[in-house]
């Protein structure tokens, strides 16, 4: 692989604002707090509450983008959840006892990792082969929370890219609650961002007791349901502080976005990566359903994945005795499907291969690389967790295939290769 200069990094300047909660006191004791601050808000004298709420916007109206109005929106919310009539109070205290209910996060200050890139919905204006891209990331902020973060970009055929601009300003997905629907404890949730701001700008914080820990490594695909009917479906894990499971992030256009757990015996496990489109009649995953190999799993549905698989590859070279892992979601070539692993060797050392897979059965191993395709070496050795290159999924544009990676679970570097010369890497398999 070619790996090129450009790299991204954590940025503790990165910041939304979020809704501030008192529930650390105890059960039943935020209601009465919370009641508490607002009173102490309300009983200000109108020049104390003028001061006050001069004093927060100087201090974050430059930081955030249309502060005030969701000051006032983080009013309206905690008007409901109180229950108090707020009739006669003007609209600066208003805003003022908002902004008592809210806080910055830094969504990116610890690390920036773990990508995956798709086609972008929209291809219009496109010539000479490139491709506009959506490209999503982990991002880590404080408490270690993982939270899902795009960046869009063109690619071209040479293996040269760009990404578009970000403002100053990000601003947080917003739940569609009039569209949330739960079947026992499993709950489907629908998320949209502000119509006036960019993917690029927009984060997709955890939403549900399941995601309250994070959501973590997002593997994106533009999945084809036939007749030129595309939805952009993720699978990540769900991590609740204690527990984990595998969800689904679903999308056709990236404003609004459904989020819902994979249903089954099979989504106790992370790291499922889908297949673009269905194969045999049924929808097809690759998944470490053991920790230690991987598998290939069906299913008929979509979110029901109770197929414990068939074994697909084990480790068998040394830098991938640990474990191995996919990379992403396959990719289909005229020679059968490309899969991207990790393996992971000696020292807890992570690195890239890669494997063929029979395009008609794709439990049928063709070729795999008996040696690593990228590794770290050097500066990027070092990082939040050491000796770790990792990606959620590549980019075929042409013959070349863009590779974003994580490195060492603090930053993000690209590499580009060609499908020949990832083929002339791998060996047929015994």
Known sequence: MRVLEQRLHADPSRVVLRPFHLGWQGPGGSGARARKLVDDVISLSSSEADEEYARVLHDFEE???????????????MEAVLGFDGSELSSRRKRLIGAYFCHEYTYAAAALMNPSIVPHPDQSGMTGGAVRFVMSLRAVGEGHISSIVFREGIALPDGAFELWPQSHFATAMLPDNSLTACVGDDCAVTLHRHAESTLSNSVIFPVTEQQRGGLEDLRLVRFDHGGGDYEWIGTYTAYSGAEIRSELLR????????????????????????FPQKVGGQYCMVGRQDGKNLFLLRSDKLERWDDDGVLLMEPEFPWEFVQIGNCGSPILTDQGWLLLTHGVGAMRKY?????????????????????????????????????????CGALLVGEQLLVPYGISDSAVGFATTSIAEMLARMDATR
């Open 351 to 391: 690195a890239l291969g890669c494997a063929l897979l029979d395009r008609d059965d794709p439990s049928k191993v063709i070729a795999r690389s008996s040696k690593p395709l990228l590794t770290a070496i050097d500066a990027d050795r070092f990082g939040y967790v050491p000796n770790v290159v990792y990606t």
């Open 251 to 274: 999308t056709r256009d990236f404003r609004s976005f459904l989020l819902e757990p994979i249903i089954g015996r099979a989504g106790r496990n992370k790291g499922m990566a889908l």
């Open 63 to 77: 930081r955030h983008w249309q502060t005030e109005q969701l000051f006032e929106e983080r009013y309206r919310q």
